[in-house]
């Protein structure tokens, strides 16, 4: 019997697929491999199966993007879960996941945790993350003592009908996030390294979670993102405040760096970009200007 399913699990070589209201457990078809083909959590896929429990994937279908790190396939939202202490707050770990969810055209959500610990004299970052990131357009997401609704509540809202992926440094709080949204998952928690200054990894492989009307994955953090699949001129067109000031700009093919009469340049000299944000953009472009060329074969669905 073939059907038609989504793989919501991939744990060991099997691959969980979810189809007519029940989890076949499959393996992958024998010539994937010579065609380079890696299903991944997230794929829609045509499967064998004559029970519950043996099964193959056939057929891995047009995906319409793939995050590497988390490998989940057809993502919609991203929430990227950022600590403000312990581990301390980066603005430029945070634009790379930004940049990197808009190339993928992943809607960013920005969750702050951990803003009950942040020491009074520090507490105006808090409210400088909120501007420079709500003035671009992106939801920032946090409880404080003022709120009458708590955060978790307003970022279930997103949830419905969608494919969202959790992603941050370890640490961060991404498990015990999802924990407060539904205590049912009971998903493992680490403390933080005292050594290290950094959290332990907890989650082993990526899941699917049925929440809200739409499916969550809660997957391993990680601290560095490499543009290894971005080109310099499709950088700057990742920074939604960029592309809106471009049409200004006296080059149509503006890179924001040397050229004159940029109006990027413009609107971080009066303020109306935030020159965090250029500084970053300025970084990324020389890491993706002065990476090694890169050699790899074609890969469907890779």
């Known amino acids: 019997m073939i059907l038609k399913g989504q ?31 890696t299903p991944l959590v997230g794929d829609e896929v045509f499967f064998e199966s004559e029970n519950a429990a043996e099964g193959y994937v056939l057929e891995v279908l047009p995906r319409h993007n793939e995050l590497v790190r988390p490998p989940v396939a057809n993502v919609d939202l991203g929430v990227v879960v950022m600590s403000m202490v312990e581990p301390d707050f980066s603005f430029n770990l945070l634009d790379r996941f930004l940049v990197t969810l808009e190339h993928k055209k992943i809607q960013p959500v920005i969750y702050l945790t951990k803003v009950d610990l942040v020491p009074q004299a520090q ?13 671009i357009g992106y939801a ?43 205590p049912a998952l009971k998903l493992a928690t680490a403390e ?3 050594s290290l200054g950094r959290g332990k990894h907890t989650t082993r492989h990526v899941e699917l979670l049925p929440l809200y009307g ?9 601290s560095a993102i490499d543009f290894l699949e971005m080109t310099a001129v499709e950088l700057s067109k990742q920074f939604p405040e960029f592309v809106a000031a471009s049409p200004q700009c006296k080059f149509r093919e503006c890179m924001h760096h040397k050229e004159p009469d940029c109006a990027v340049k413009q609107q971080v000299a009066t303020g109306e970009i935030a020159a965090s944000r250029y500084d970053h953009y300025l970084k990324f472009l020389m890491e993706i200007e002065n990476r090694r060329p890169m050699y790899k074969k074609n890969k469907k669905n890779r």
């Open 140 to 182: 920032v997401l946090y409880t404080d003592a003022d709120k009458q609704i708590g955060a978790t509540a307003e970022l279930e809202t997103f949830f419905a009908d969608r494919l969202t992926v959790f992603m941050g440094q370890s640490g961060a709080g991404k498990s015990t996030l999802l924990n407060k949204i539904s």
């Open 192 to 194: 933080i390294s005292e």
């Open 7 to 37: 793989i919501r699990k991939a744990v060991s070589g099997f691959y969980y697929v979810y189809a007519q209201g029940e989890t076949f457990q499959t393996r992958g078809r024998g010539n994937f491999r010579k065609r380079n083909i």
């Open 214 to 222: 739409g499916l969550v994955a809660d997957t391993p953090g990680f």
């Open 123 to 135: 507490q105006a970052r808090i409210l400088e993350v909120k501007k420079i990131y709500e003035a």
